[in-house]
């Protein structure tokens, strides 16, 4: 026995198995066509107990470890899902752990818990034309203005953006390099924010990105995910956990051609 087949995992890879052939596998193609994944498959995914995998229950989640996720994601492809269906329904994935880990109560119960719950979306978004992985050299910038910062800039690949109800933004708050970088939490609904149609893509289809404006945006400063100017420590440390992730569905892939 590995840690990859406790009896528990072999479980949560029953229950994966189950939700991908009842839940997913019917309407993928559907989904690839339309580029996009219903609102609905969230919901059911938490119902399913599978969303808030690798989150802990204080903040909305059904505990375990990032493994647990990890195995989760494993076994959709293999069952018969897609990188770009993972990618769709768990883009909380990249787009909450920041915030969990900031442990801001207030964001806690606004985000965290309706994310996890399946009934709201939230998008991390870091990417711009100019600075994609290179994060320390990003431009969008939120200059701080009484008790709001004033967001200005763009963003670009955003996974789930079109869906998004929160974002998860990188901005600099600083001077140049890595630590004028923080993490800001902006609404979909504030003023200033626009959302392209999504972008045509070689692959993962229904996974819909698009890009995103912040034209002097008004953010409170509550919305502060961490410590200014911390962000980007903490966006490298979470790096890690995605780059895990797609190295697992890479090989789930590959096993599943091979099968």
Request: with cysteine.
């Amino acid at each position: 026995m590995s840690s990859w087949n406790t009896d528990e995992r072999t479980s949560l890879r029953a229950s994966a198995r189950r939700f991908t052939e009842t839940e997913i596998v019917p309407h993928l193609a559907a989904w690839e066509e339309a580029g996009a994944v219903p609102r609905e498959l969230h919901r059911a995914a938490a119902a399913a107990d599978l969303l808030g995998v690798g989150f802990p229950e204080w903040a909305g989640g059904s505990g375990g470890s990032p493994v647990d996720a990890l195995v989760i994601a494993e076994e959709i492809i293999v069952s018969g899902g897609s990188s770009g269906l993972v990618a769709a329904l768990f883009t909380h994935g990249i787009g909450l752990p920041h915030l969990v880990e900031a442990r801001d109560p207030a964001l806690i119960e606004k985000v965290a818990r309706p994310v996890l719950a399946g009934e709201k979306i939230v998008s991390l978004a870091v990417t711009e034309p100019d600075a994609g992985s290179d994060v320390a050299h990003l431009r969008t910038r939120a200059v701080r203005d009484g008790d709001e910062y004033v967001v200005s800039g763009g963003k670009l690949y955003i996974t789930s953006a079109t869906r998004a109800d929160f974002f998860t933004v990188a901005v600099r708050t600083g001077g140049d390099g890595a630590r004028g970088i923080s993490l800001l939490l902006l609404e979909r609904d504030m003023p200033g924010v626009s959302v392209s149609a999504p972008l045509k893509k070689m692959g993962w289809l229904c996974s819909d990105t698009a890009e995103l404006r912040f034209d002097d945006v008004r953010v409170p400063v509550a919305n502060l995910i961490g410590e200014e100017n911390g962000g980007f420590y903490s966006i490298m440390n979470q790096f890690a956990a995605e780059r895990l992730s797609l190295a697992v569905q890479a090989h789930a892939t590959a096993q599943r051609c091979l099968d």
